[in-house]
């Protein structure tokens, strides 16, 4: 039995996703504990939570008091078992690694209420696998949000082989609260959107190899025929050429050839350039 109504939240993981999920839900006026292995890291959600919100302040969109509101419903903590306890929903945003997941999933179907849900935002990995950690698989579910998160409309979610029409109802009314729009997919190797921009980006960068176009007339081509926000090599840098790598690796053993990685792509990573993150990608950034 799932919580007719989800109230308390927390939110594993203080890194770009898991802070800008906290500021959502606490937006949205729910109680929000964001849980991190590290003080340090808490620290620096924090920041990029006040500075979210300061731009938000700038845009006139927000005064001081609503912000003092929003960051007073956000509590920080490394103790995992004070951060779940009690809670309706966790959502776990921790690094894309399967073992690890399980392993906190498994922890968390210690310690959390029976009727809590827990959701990944995993972009990549079956859902099926991580609640076979549990033994609540019913109540397992694949919350996959976007970057930024107090931007972006769309939350995907995943339902395993066993995850129950209420815990995807549950979800989907728990989207709309947050002020979010909701798509339902099936447990599929890369779900609706990573299977999308990752078909995309790897096909934009074999272009760039071939030299079929410069990388700006790719991007400028996607963006204005296409009518993307971004192009898919800028896209790429934004979210981490490792990143990129780490799922195309992971597409092409489910899909084969047509997710391979190019050799510009394995390249750069080899280097050590993975984007934004590192000042160069496929772009060079400055400091600006």
Not at 182 to 211: P, Y
Request: proline share 3%; aromatic share 4%; hydrophobic share 40%.
């Amino acid at each position: 039995m799932v919580a007719n109504e989800i109230s308390k939240i927390a939110v594993l993981g203080s890194g770009t996703m898991g802070n800008g999920i906290a500021q959502v839900c606490a937006t949205n006026g729910l109680d929000v504990r964001m849980q991190d292995v590290e003080t340090s890291f808490l620290e620096r959600g924090e920041a990029a939570i006040h500075k979210s919100l300061g731009r938000l302040v700038k845009a006139g969109k927000l005064d001081d008091g609503q912000v003092e509101q929003i960051t007073g419903r956000i509590t920080v903590t490394t103790d995992r078992d004070a951060a779940v306890d009690g809670v309706d929903l966790v959502i776990e945003a921790i690094p894309e690694d399967l073992d690890l997941k399980q392993e906190v999933f498994a922890d968390l179907d210690e310690k959390t209420p029976e009727h809590a849900i827990l959701a990944s935002n995993t972009s990549n990995f079956s859902i099926t696998a991580i609640a076979s950690a549990t033994k609540r698989p019913d109540r397992v579910i694949g919350m996959h949000w976007f970057n930024p998160a107090p931007v972006m409309k769309l939350i995907e979610i995943v339902r395993g082989v066993d995850t129950s029409d209420d815990t995807v109802s549950a979800i989907e009314r728990a989207s709309e609260q947050l002020g979010k729009e909701s798509v339902v997919c099936k447990d599929a190797q890369g779900f609706i959107t990573t299977r999308a921009v990752i078909a995309l980006t790897c096909e934009a960068l074999r272009m760039l190899e071939e030299g079929v176009a410069s990388k700006e007339d790719i991007d400028k081509a996607i963006r204005l025929g296409l009518n993307h926000p971004m192009g898919p090599l800028e896209l790429g840098d934004l979210t981490g050429l490792d990143t990129t790598l780490h799922v195309a690796d992971a597409m092409s053993e489910t899909y084969g050839e047509r997710f391979l990685p190019s050799n510009t792509l394995r390249n750069l990573v080899r280097a050590g350039h993975y984007g934004r993150k590192t000042g160069r990608g496929v772009y060079d950034y400055d400091d600006s």
